[in-house]
């Protein structure tokens, strides 16, 4: 079965730290890679959103993700977190369907 | 603010009542989708409309019975819920289905069931 897997459940972080969270998804074909973010009592945004060409995706924010074809992953980085990056972080592959993975819980500290 | 609108935002109901879920989007997306979400979870698939049709029911019991009467509305008719089935249900819509572009989400009706 397809699936998307978050290895970190939950990060915890000073203002100004860098940020990594890590996606891997199991598909062999072409997929379409996209990070939403639910922010505390909102609904869920768009990030940033790869389907094809440079493998290093700006979004807003500040916020951007690499495709490693090779690896099967869409990491999410940002060079220096704020407070108000504090959410939940979904990673979701899109082929036939889309697959959210468990996603990511975000606190920073101020 | 999102561009897909959903009504109730909260909803409260037993187990014995109907009651419906409204989602709208005026953006011309010819694919909408509704997804539940438990607390701490990520969203799960329930079903897909793409160009009025169903075209994906991942398997939800009948309690639960979609409805898309044009391209703009989306319903989720509810009767006979279990609490069990207390959650955030989502609305979202996309450009075309197959998901090969965005998703866009509604705010989300959040439904307790009694």
């Not at chain 1, 990030?47 to 690499?66: C, N």
């Not at chain 1, 090779?70 to 990673?91: G, H, I, M």
């Not at chain 2, 994906?56 to 509305?73: A, D, K």
């Amino acid at each position: 079965a397809q699936s998307v897997s978050q290895h970190n459940h939950h990060v915890i972080l000073s203002e100004a730290a860098s940020l990594e969270l890590g996606c891997n998804y199991s598909y062999g074909g072409t997929v379409n890679l996209f990070w939403y973010v639910q922010y505390p009592g909102q609904h869920l945004q768009l990030l940033l959103k790869y389907f094809s060409g440079d493998p290093l995706v700006k979004g807003i924010k500040g916020f951007e993700a690499e495709f490693i074809k090779s690896k099967f992953s869409f990491n999410l980085r940002k060079p220096s977190v704020q407070w108000s990056d504090t959410a939940e972080y979904f990673c979701a592959v899109g082929f036939n369907k889309f697959y959210f993975g468990s996603g990511t819980k975000l606190n920073v500290k101020p | 603010d999102t561009e897909v609108t959903q009504t109730p935002k909260h909803l409260v109901m037993g187990m014995t009542n109907k009651k419906s879920l409204k989602c709208e989007q005026h953006m011309g997306h010819r694919a909408m989708y509704w997804y539940k979400q438990k607390a701490k979870k990520p969203p799960e698939l329930m079903f897909v409309y793409s160009y009025e049709k169903l075209s994906i029911n991942e398997s939800v019991p009948s309690r639960f019975s979609p409805e898309c009467p044009n391209s703009s509305l989306l319903n989720l008719h509810l009767h006979a819920l279990q609490p069990e089935d207390s959650a955030l249900y989502l609305c979202a819509s996309s450009r075309s289905g197959g998901a090969f572009g965005e998703l866009f989400f509604g705010e989300g009706s959040r439904l307790t069931v009694l």
